[in-house]
Structure formats: structure tokens, C-alpha cells
């Protein structure tokens, strides 16, 4: 969930600062880029040099550095974050975000940013358990932010009780939890179909198309980064996925009708991108057909329509999407396949337009949804494309 995802780690004035060098080690580990604010008083209990050799970055620690003239901007550093962490939080900058008191560069990073930010607070029990702390936790939860609560345990002050800091590895799981449980998608099961089929003529040829799957693949893969637990069911094609999803490699039509079928029942949302072969031969030959007569006549029959079959079966809370390749007039395609394959969406592409459709890395598509309403998008790169696809999907689902 980390994997390159821009943190800013705060650290504050706490002796559990020496844990936030093990923390970047982890965060580092996890594929995170990390950016270090040390407040003022944080400097006095780890070294900027220890943090930013972990961090492979400079470590900030004030707006303006005399020696180099190098001024840190607050604004930039805020936009540039996906998520904000402040471990250790004392109970000195904990009731600075409560209020809005922006008197260093962290609090002022921590105005500026839009992303979810947040906090592991360290301090002795009887400052963690005071009326004024537990009045500002309430306070910053209550602007969103996130508390990573503190452990039990020997303090430095020799006491026993609440205010360890938690260790790493319970940081790096919170914000994992938190990271998944956050996702739009998280929870759905999705499958894709991608790619063309190849039916069988003879051992050695095939009918196929000039599918390059890029479209389906990219569907899975922001999918897949939406939180989804994505199946992708493709045909044969050079594609590869960029996130973690199962995939199942098919070649004909039919099997990709058994293994759609085989899953469909447990699917929240499928969304049928290959572009399958409506017909086959009827006959494959067991052997290589020899070159003999000037003309060669192969008798072809229907594929099942595996979109139309799993409409049949889809059930209320399922959302079935199907794409539409069209050559000529379009619209009213679309809209006939929306209502004859039971879709709750069908997205159309026609191939008069130039970058869309087969091969190309772009595509130009307009969206049906069950109402019939219809939206128009601009030539778009087809990772761009798929983001549009899954913002309609999740609108289904609101
Ligand atoms: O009716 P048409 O073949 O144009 O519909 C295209 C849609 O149907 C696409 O979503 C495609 O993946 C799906 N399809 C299918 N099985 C077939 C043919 C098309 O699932 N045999």
C-alpha cells in the first residue's frame, strides 16, 4: 500500500525520535518516498544527517536556510505529500494542529496539505492522560486527522503506563489498514476480460483479430490501484500488468466463456473489454490443411455471446459493463446492447474516429449508462481513459 507513495514524516521533541530512524528504514523498505521535517526541538533527539541518510532526501528542519540561501516552501512540500505522518507527535505540536498555531516549518506544511495526515503521539502518562491532550486529540480527529494510538508500557521518565509511541511495525500496519480500507474499490471483486480470442482453423492457423488488449489492461490496472481485487481474464496478447491481479491466460472464445462463467457468480462488477471472435470454425482439423484446390471454403459458426450470457444471469447489486467497437451508426448500437445484453453500462468506441479503437495508445469514447444518458470524452491516452471508465462505475456504485 506504500509503494510510492510520498510521506512526510514529522518528527517532534520526544525521546521515541530515536524509533523514527527505524520507521523510515521501514517506510523506505516499503517502496515509500520519504521527505523528514524535524521541529526545533526534534533536532535535539536525532541527528538530521541520521534521517536523511535513511530517507535518501534532505531533511527538513526550518524555512529558510542561512548557510545556502535555500528557502524550504511549505506549499510544495504540503501538495507534493499523499500522506502526512507524525511520529512522534508531542503534546506541544499536538495542541499546535488543534489550534492553528503555525510557528515552523512542519505546522506549516501541515496547513498547507490536502492529504490525510496522521499522528503517533509520545509523552509521559500523566501528559498523554491530561484534560488538555485528550481536548486536543478529540480536537484533530475531528478535523480528520488520524491517531495512531499510543502503547503501555515503561516511559522514559521510569513510570508505567500509556504514551510509548507505537513501534514501527504497528505504525507501518495502521497506515496499511487505513491505506486499503480507504480505497473506493476496496472490498470489490472485479473481472476484466482483455485482448482477442484465436479460433482454431487447423493445428497451425487461427481466426483472430488485431485486439492488442491495452485497453482491458489498463482497466485492471487502475482497477486494481482503486483497491480491487481484480481477475483479468485475457487473451493471447504481448500486454502486461503493472499491479497485483490474478490473470487467466485464455486463447478461444469458449474458454473464455468457461472461466468468465466460472467466476461471474462471485464478481461485484465485470466489465467485458475483449474484443471475442463471433465466429469459429466449425470444424477444426486434426492436421495441418494442405495447399490443394484454388479455393478453400471453411464453414464458420456462432460463438455464445459471453457478455449477453452473463447478463442473463446477473444478479441486482452486479454491474456489468460492455464495450461496443462500431463502424457505422454507433449510438443506436450502443444503446441496443445496453438493453439486449441487460448492461448497466456500455461503452462505445468507433473506429472512424483516428487513435481510437485496436492498437493505438489512445482512445475516444462515449459512455451509455442504463438511463440512456450518454457522456462524451476527449481523445485520451487509454490509461487516462480507463480512470474515466472507473469514475462512471464508481457513480453506479454511489
Ligand atoms: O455485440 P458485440 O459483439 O458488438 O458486443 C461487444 C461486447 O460484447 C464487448 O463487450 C465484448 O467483450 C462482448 N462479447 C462477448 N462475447 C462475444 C462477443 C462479444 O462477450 N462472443
Redesign the pocket.
Known amino acids: 500500500m506504500l509503494k510510492n507513495k510520498n510521506i512526510i514524516l514529522g518528527v517532534c521533541g520526544s525521546i521515541a525520535a530515536y524509533k523514527s530512524a527505524f520507521l523510515v528504514r521501514l517506510l523506505v523498505k516499503a517502496g515509500a518516498n520519504i521527505k523528514v521535517i524535524l521541529t526545533p526541538d526534534g533536532a535535539n533527539f536525532i541527528t538530521p544527517l541520521t534521517l536523511a541518510t535513511l530517507s535518501k532526501n534532505p531533511v527538513y528542519t526550518q524555512y529558510f536556510d542561512e548557510e545556502t540561501g535555500v528557502w524550504s516552501n511549505h506549499v510544495e512540500l504540503g501538495l507534493w505529500a499523499d500522506l502526512i505522518l507524525i511520529a512522534p507527535i508531542s503534546a506541544n505540536t499536538l495542541a499546535k494542529l488543534a489550534t492553528g498555531i503555525c510557528d515552523n516549518l512542519l505546522t506549516a506544511v501541515y496547513l498547507s496539505a490536502k492529504c490525510p495526515v496522521y499522528v503517533a503521539p509520545a509523552m509521559d502518562l500523566d501528559m498523554w492522560k491530561h484534560e488538555t491532550t485528550q481536548t486536543n486529540i478529540h480536537q484533530i480527529q475531528s478535523f480528520g486527522n488520524l491517531i495512531i494510538e499510543p502503547g503501555d508500557g515503561e516511559l522514559a521518565s521510569g513510570l508505567y503506563g500509556a504514551g510509548r509511541m507505537a513501534e514501527p511495525e504497528e505504525i507501518i500496519s495502521f497506515l496499511d489498514h487505513a491505506i486499503k480500507h480507504s480505497m473506493p474499490l476496496y472490498g470489490k471483486k472485479v473481472m476484466v476480460?482483455a485482448g482477442p480470442t484465436y479460433e482454431a482453423i487447423d493445428p497451425v492457423r487461427f481466426i483472430g483479430n488485431h485486439s492488442s488488449g491495452k485497453m482491458g489492461f489498463a482497466l485492471a490496472d487502475e482497477l486494481a490501484r482503486l483497491g480491487a481485487s481484480v481477475t483479468l481474464i485475457a487473451g493471447p496478447t504481448a500486454q502486461k500488468e503493472n499491479q497485483i491481479l490474478t490473470r487467466i491466460d485464455i486463447l478461444s472464445?469458449q474458454e473464455?466463456?468457461n472461466a468468465?462463467t466460472s467466476i461471474f457468480s462471485e464478481m461485484d462488477i465485470t466489465i467485458?473489454?475483449?474484443?471475442?471472435?463471433?465466429y469459429r470454425p466449425k470444424v477444426i482439423a486434426n492436421q495441418k490443411i494442405k495447399k490443394q484446390a484454388d479455393s478453400l471454403v471453411l464453414e464458420l459458426e456462432k460463438?455464445?455471446?459471453?457478455?449477453?450470457?452473463?447478463g442473463k444471469s446477473k444478479k441486482a447489486n452486479q454491474i456489468l459493463v460492455?464495450?461496443?467497437?462500431?463502424t457505422h451508426d454507433e449510438e443506436n448500437?450502443a444503446k441496443g446492447?445496453l438493453a439486449q445484453?441487460n448492461l448497466d453500462m456500455v461503452v462505445l468506441n468507433s473506429l472512424n474516429d483516428k487513435g481510437a479503437g485496436f492498437k493505438s495508445d489512445t482512445n475516444k469514447i462515449t459512455i451509455f449508462n442504463k438511463a440512456l444518458e450518454c457522456t462524451v470524452f476527449e481523445m485520451k491516452s487509454k490509461t487516462a481513459v480507463a480512470k474515466d471508465i472507473c469514475t462512471a462505475i464508481l457513480k453506479i456504485l454511489k
Not at 467485458?272 to 463471433?278: H, R
Not at 460463438?303 to 452473463?310: F, M, N, P, R
Request: aromatic fraction near 8%; hydrophobic fraction near 55%.
Open positions: 476480460t472464445a473464455m466463456l468468465c467485458m473489454c475483449a474484443a471475442v471472435a463471433d460463438t455464445v455471446d459471453i457478455l449477453a450470457t452473463l460492455g464495450f461496443a467497437l462500431e448500437y446492447k445484453k
